[in-house]
């Protein structure tokens, strides 16, 4: 589990107003974001493949030495250059899925830790670098991936990847595999990626109908994973300026048993991070727990 500090009582919201006094949508401070992950092995599997990632990320200044008097005191730590939110889904319920799973989120917070220019481009409306950055972490995690495989002498072993990265007023995400990532926000919950399974490419040819997906057999054999046959990343943009928005991220352990809708009942009705992520993953188990169930949510509160 991973929750920074939120504000509280003795840190109100910053607010800021327009000529006329109403409110006005400001990138939230450090300790107004509230996030939080949780991964479970569910009732069934015996181990859990998943694995999930959530950080903040800054510049820091690094002091050797100085001549300056000891009481001059430098931000050693700048402002917010982006916050983390990754979902990974080991393939095949076995020891080589969770691997690949752990590979994968390791090879991306390795590259995203070497990559600060990006934000910066990102942060300033120049995105171009930024959306190849992402792609490239993918491949990086999919060669990482497969080297590893071929050096341990595994067989094929593969793993999802949902991973966003915020740079208000943005969040980019990069999907490979059948993770999801969701956005709620006035009052509606919208799946932000797509599925990449057989089921998936059939309803898009007409093959099956939307409503047959979910009991479809081809409904969990994906074309494209981390390590796999193909990796075949996609990456979106979604303004997450809007204060009061969730961002919610899961493997398809929470999907299998708790629909769309409710998902969207619960962010109605969420007090913070921690407890709609608790709450749905019990309603998950409590149906049953067929998969290891991954769930990370975040959310900078309404300005008051």
């Given at each position: 589990?991973?929750?920074?500090?939120?504000?509280?009582?003795?840190?109100?919201?910053?607010?800021?107003?327009?000529?006329?006094?109403?409110?006005?949508?400001?990138?939230?401070?450090?300790?107004?974001?509230?996030?939080?992950g949780i991964t479970d092995p569910g009732?069934?599997?015996?181990?859990?493949?998943?694995?999930?990632?959530?950080?903040?990320?800054?510049?820091?200044?690094?002091?050797?030495?100085?001549?300056?008097?000891?009481?001059?005191?430098?931000?050693?730590?700048?402002?917010?250059?982006?916050?983390?939110?990754?979902?990974?889904?080991?393939?095949?319920?076995?020891a080589d899925g969770g691997t690949a799973?752990?590979?994968?989120?390791?090879?991306?917070?390795?590259?995203?830790?070497?990559?600060?220019?990006?934000?910066?481009?990102?942060?300033?409306?120049?995105?171009?670098?930024?959306?190849?950055?992402?792609?490239?972490?993918?491949?990086?995690?999919?060669?990482?991936?497969?080297?590893?495989?071929?050096?341990?002498?595994?067989?094929?072993?593969?793993?999802?990847?949902?991973?966003?990265?915020?740079?208000?007023?943005?969040?980019?995400?990069?999907?490979?595999?059948?993770?999801?990532?969701?956005?709620?926000?006035?009052?509606?919950?919208?799946?932000?990626?797509?599925?990449?399974?057989?089921?998936?490419?059939?309803?898009?040819?007409?093959?099956?109908?939307?409503?047959?997906?979910?009991?479809?057999?081809?409904?969990?054999?994906?074309?494209?994973?981390i390590g796999g046959d193909e990796a075949?990343?996609?990456?979106?943009?979604?303004?997450?300026?809007?204060?009061?928005?969730?961002?919610?991220?899961?493997?398809?352990?929470?999907?299998?048993?708790?629909?769309?809708?409710?998902?969207?009942?619960?962010?109605?009705?969420?007090?913070?991070?921690?407890?709609?992520?608790?709450?749905?993953?019990?309603?998950?188990?409590?149906?049953?727990?067929?998969?290891?169930?991954?769930?990370?949510?975040?959310?900078?509160?309404?300005?008051?």
């Open positions: 589990m991973n929750r920074p500090p939120q504000a509280g009582p003795e840190t109100p919201p910053r607010i800021e107003r327009h000529d006329d006094g109403t409110l006005r949508s400001v990138r939230p401070q450090d300790d107004e974001i509230d996030l939080f009732l069934v599997r015996q181990s859990n493949e998943d694995h999930f990632f959530i950080a903040m990320v800054h510049p820091q200044i690094n002091v050797f030495g100085t001549s300056l008097p000891s009481d001059y005191a430098l931000p050693l730590r700048g402002s917010r250059l982006g916050t983390i939110l990754m979902v990974a889904d080991g393939v095949g319920g076995s799973a752990r590979l994968a989120t390791m090879a991306v917070a390795d590259y995203i830790s070497a990559s600060f220019r990006s934000y910066h481009e990102a942060g300033a409306g120049r995105d171009g670098d930024f959306l190849n950055s992402l792609r490239t972490a993918a491949f990086q995690a999919h060669d990482r991936v497969r080297a590893e495989s071929i050096a341990a002498g595994h067989g094929a072993m593969a793993t999802t990847l949902t991973l966003g990265i915020g740079v208000w007023p943005w969040i980019y995400v990069v999907q490979v595999g059948d993770s999801r990532a969701y956005i709620y926000t006035h009052g509606s919950l919208r799946q932000i990626t797509r599925d990449q399974t057989l089921a998936e490419d059939l309803v898009d040819r007409g093959v099956i109908k939307p409503e047959d997906r979910q009991r479809s057999p081809l409904t969990h054999v994906l074309v494209s994973s075949a990343p996609v990456v979106s943009r979604v303004d997450v300026s809007e204060r009061g928005c969730v961002l919610l991220f899961c493997s398809d352990g929470l999907t299998k048993h708790v629909t769309d809708a409710e998902i969207s009942a619960h962010c109605a009705e969420m007090q913070n991070a921690e407890q709609l992520a608790r709450d749905l993953l019990k309603l998950a188990l409590d149906r049953g727990g067929s998969d290891n169930i991954t769930i990370v949510t975040a959310r900078a509160p309404q300005v008051t």
